[in-house]
C-alpha cells in the first residue's frame, strides 16, 4: 500500500527536523534496503540541525543523547559515523556527491540499535540541498531554511513549510483557495496541510504580519524514479517512500518566484 500524504492537525508533531529512529534491532553491516523495507516507528530521534556546504563536501552538525553514536548509510550501503560529546552534539562530514544521495540514519545507545524511516538527501550541483525527507510528511531543509521552505506533494495532498518564530501566526494560501492559518511550533517549524490539490501550475503563498512569500511551483504528480532538478524557483526531490510509493518535494530557493 503506497504511503499517502497525510492531511491530520497532529499527523507531523515533534518530527519536523528530525530523522525519526524506529527501534527494528536492525544490523549496521547488513546489507541496502529498499525503501519499502525500512521500518518508520518513532522513538528518541536525533535531530539533525544544519548542513553548511564546502568545496568538497557537507558538515551535518545535530544532537542527541550523550554518548550515542549517529550512523548514515546511503543506499550502496556505505557508511559514515560520529558519537555525541557531553553536550549531546554531533558532527558528520559527507564527500561531494556526482549525484542525488539518500541515507537513512540508525542511532547507536547503549547496546540497543534504531533504525529510522525518513530520508536525509543531498543533491549535487552548484547549488545543492541537504534536507530530511518524511515519507507522508513535510521535508526539513537543513540548508535553506525560510518562511515559505518547502512543498510536498503525493498527487493529491500537499504539505506547505517553513520557519518562523515559535507562536507565530501564518497564513498559507494555494492560488485563490481558502486561506489556512497555523502556528509555528516551540522549534520555528509551521506546516499547512491541503488534502486535495490538482496537478497543475499553483500559487503558493506564505505571510505574517511582517513578512510575505510566495511563488508559482508546476505540481505534477511524482515520479517513479529517484531524482532532483533545479528550476530556477525550487529544487524537485522525487524519492521513495515505504510501500513502494514515491513523494515529490520542492526545496525553495532563496528567491522564489515563477516554476
Avoid at 547488513?30 to 518513532?42: L, M, V, Y
Avoid at 550515542?68 to 557531553?86: F, H
Avoid at 556526482?98 to 552548484?126: K, M, N, Y
Amino acid at each position: 500500500m503506497k504511503r499517502r500524504i497525510a492531511v491530520r492537525d497532529a499527523a507531523l508533531a515533534g518530527i519536523i527536523s528530525m530523522l525519526g529512529l524506529g527501534a527494528c534491532g536492525a544490523d549496521p553491516d547488513a546489507a541496502p534496503r529498499r525503501a519499502s523495507d525500512i521500518q518508520t516507528n518513532w522513538a528518541a530521534p536525533a535531530r539533525l540541525e544544519s548542513a553548511v556546504f564546502s568545496a568538497d563536501g557537507v558538515t551535518l552538525t545535530g544532537a542527541a543523547a550523550p554518548g550515542d553514536r549517529i550512523v548514515l548509510t546511503d543506499l550502496a550501503g556505505v557508511s559514515v559515523a560520529a558519537t555525541t560529546g557531553a553536550d549531546g552534539v554531533f558532527s558528520l562530514r559527507l564527500a561531494t556527491a556526482g549525484a542525488i544521495s539518500l541515507h537513512h540514519a540508525e542511532i547507536q545507545s547503549g547496546g540497543s540499535q534504531a533504525r529510522g524511516g525518513d530520508w536525509l538527501v543531498i543533491t549535487p550541483g552548484p547549488d545543492p540541498v541537504a534536507a530530511v525527507l518524511v515519507p507522508g510528511g513535510a521535508a526539513a531543509p537543513l540548508s535553506r531554511t525560510r518562511l515559505l521552505a518547502a512543498v510536498d506533494y503525493d498527487g493529491a495532498g500537499v504539505l506547505v513549510s517553513g520557519a518562523a518564530p515559535p507562536g507565530e501566526r501564518v497564513r498559507v494560501s494555494i492560488d485563490d483557495g481558502p486561506r489556512q492559518t497555523v502556528t509555528a511550533d516551540q522549534a520555528g517549524r509551521h506546516v499547512a496541510r491541503f488534502p486535495a490539490i490538482p496537478p497543475g501550475p499553483r500559487r503558493i503563498r506564505v505571510e505574517t504580519d511582517d513578512e510575505i512569500q510566495d511563488a508559482v511551483l508546476n505540481l505534477t504528480a511524482p515520479s517513479t524514479e529517484l531524482r532532483a532538478a533545479d528550476s530556477g524557483v525550487a529544487t524537485r526531490i522525487d524519492w521513495p517512500t515505504p510501500g513502494e510509493g514515491f513523494q515529490a518535494t520542492w526545496i525553495l530557493d532563496s528567491t522564489p518566484g515563477e516554476d
